[in-house]
């Protein structure tokens, strides 16, 4: 009986812990693990990682070449015409941690 009890104890502390302990990185992402606002570790190979539960944050990046689209505006030249003036931007993050950190300062 006492033997039952604990094996009961034991999962239910495996089914509050073990999703908070847990987590996986994919091939696409590169993570940053924060400690109450301050960096703990940085993951940038894939797979299956531990992190403190309930302690430790998990912030997730694309390791994939991205995209940013400015809306097209519309500015007066010297003569008075239009122009329509379209960018865009492509980027990569190379050093996670200075990109999280970077974003994070205001």
Known sequence: MRSAFVVLVVIILLAIFGPQTLYTVDETQLVVITRFGDVR????????????PFIDSVNKFNRRLLRVDVPPSTLPDREKEFLVIDA????RIID?????????TP
């Open 88 to 91: 865009y931007a492509r980027y």
């Open 41 to 52: 570790d940085v993951h940038t190979s894939s797979g299956l990682k531990v992190k403190a």
């Open 96 to 104: 996670v941690r200075k990109f999280f950190e970077k974003l994070e």
